[in-house]
């Protein structure tokens, strides 16, 4: 976290020295960073209160650090269902089980969380904005109902929507289309008064059902399941999960009942279908893209939110500072961030991860086949040595990490 700045006058001819347009998770954690330092922040987002939308619903790993790092982690901890232990089952057997800290919480109860952490130096306007422009000196918002807000520098959160960010001449290329389906709902148990784990990740049985795995999990008062598929979705398939969503997971999944405990399906089955995008032509004047609006992720790959917070982090404590301390916000300023190799390096890895699960969960040639054998055999075998001698299996897992690093 960097230090409180002082309060500075604003530039003459500006509201504002940051306008951040999306008050999701990127804009607000953006906001809450740039706030704290100091600068004067307009942050806007059509909805005073997020609404409950399926999307991000559990932190954890390198995500829990990073929101330490911007000082923003108690305001999670506060807000969500803390769980240190996950088993993790495969073809109905004990895989392994995963010790670490996750955070299960719903995504508007995050943006809540974080939007309560946002200080008086963060001015918030509801509102839909309409219209922008963007230059090498001064950026302009224009609200609905609110008028414009001008500023030094323009932040574009506004996640998968196109429409404004076609307004500064930005389009966005598709890597994948279609490339995941996720499926969100509540469980509640059966014949007993919990589960038999508080948490559990089952993956799929076979490759010809499309399945990755199954995340159950608290959140809030219930336990919440997320399901990994990369199938079409217009798969019957998966209109007999939405229709009948025991019934289908117990045949997909036949061991599920007996790791996890009979349940039934409360309130209705969420889905949301995943482009993998990447904006492209986006060094402009005046205006910088963070988290899904510049690229987006699979939701199996749990990189969304790594993503976004290093766009977060490197923006608002490394780039916006040098930025602000000299004369305009030329195209040129604007293209160290794209070009911070940190940022490249996580923008890399999420596609990297993204390819990996679509290719571990479905691909059979050969080469995939192996993979897929000797990554679920390593974690079965590594899980035994675990058992036998942790500080052995410690060596061994640092001896050789794998390229791309699978987060499930
Ligand atoms: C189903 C699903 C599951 C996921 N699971 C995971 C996971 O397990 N792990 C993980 O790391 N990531 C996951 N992700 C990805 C993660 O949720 C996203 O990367 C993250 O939420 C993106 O946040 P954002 O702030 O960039 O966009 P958003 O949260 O979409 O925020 C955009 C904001 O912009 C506002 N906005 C848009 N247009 C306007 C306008 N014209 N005027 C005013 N406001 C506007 C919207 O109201 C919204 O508040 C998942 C995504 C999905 C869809």
């Known amino acids: 976290m960097t230090a409180e700045r002082p309060h500075r006058p604003l530039p003459a001819g500006t509201d504002t020295e940051i306008v951040i347009v999306g008050g999701g998770l990127s804009g607000t954690l953006a906001a809450n960073v740039l706030g704290r330092s100091g600068y004067h922040v307009t942050l806007i987002d059509r909805h005073q209160v997020f609404p409950r939308e399926f999307r991000v619903e559990k932190i954890a790993g390198d995500q829990i650090e990073k929101l330490r790092r911007i000082g923003l982690l108690d305001g999670l901890s506060a807000a969500a269902v803390a769980f240190d232990e996950i088993v993790n ?6 895989l392994d089980r995963t010790h670490a800290r996750h955070y299960g919480i719903f995504y508007d109860d995050l943006v809540a969380a974080m939007r309560a952490e946002l200080p008086d130096t963060v001015r918030f306007i509801a509102g839909r904005v309409s219209g922008l422009e963007a230059g090498p000196e001064r950026q302009r918002v224009s609200i609905l109902g609110h008028g414009d807000v001008t500023a030094r520098l323009l932040v ?22 279609r490339q995941s389906l996720t499926f969100g709902f509540n469980l509640r148990p059966v014949g007993a008064s919990a589960f038999r784990h508080p948490a559990l990740t089952y993956y799929g049985e076979r490759v010809s059902d499309g399945i990755d795995y199954l995340n159950l999990f608290p959140a809030a008062e219930v336990t919440r399941a997320n399901l990994f ?22 045949e997909t999944l036949p061991g599920l009942v ?3 405990g009979d349940f039934e399906v409360i309130d209705r089955v969420e889905s949301w279908l995943t482009d993998i995008t990447v904006a492209e032509n986006c060094v402009r004047d005046g205006a910088v893209l963070i988290g899904d609006a510049y ?14 917070l290093t766009d977060v982090e490197r923006l608002c404590t490394v780039h916006v500072p040098q930025w602000l301390a000299s004369p305009g916000m030329a195209a040129a300023k604007i293209a160290t961030f794209y070009a911070d190799p940190v940022k ?17 969960t479905i691909d059979t040639d050969l080469r995939w086949r192996a993979r897929r054998q000797i990554h679920f055999s390593r974690r079965r075998i590594m899980h035994e040595i675990d058992n036998l001698s942790p500080a052995f299996a410690a060596r061994l897992r640092n001896l050789r990490k794998p390229a791309v690093e699978p987060v499930a």
């Open 295 to 308: 690229q987006t992720s699979c939701p199996a790959a749990g990189t969304g939110v790594s993503r976004l």
């Open 156 to 177: 574009l959160a506004t996640g998968m929507g196109d429409i404004l960010r076609r307004d500064l001449g930005i389009e966005r290329k598709f890597v994948h289309q």
């Open 258 to 260: 007996k790791a996890f």
């Open 229 to 250: 598929v990369f199938r079409e979705h217009r798969d019957p398939w998966v209109k007999a999960l939405r229709d009948n969503p025991r019934q289908t997971l117990i």
């Open 89 to 94: 089952i495969r073809k109905g057997r004990l």
């Open 344 to 360: 490249q390096a996580m923008d890399e890895h999420g596609l990297q991860l993204a390819h990996f699960r679509r290719s571990l």
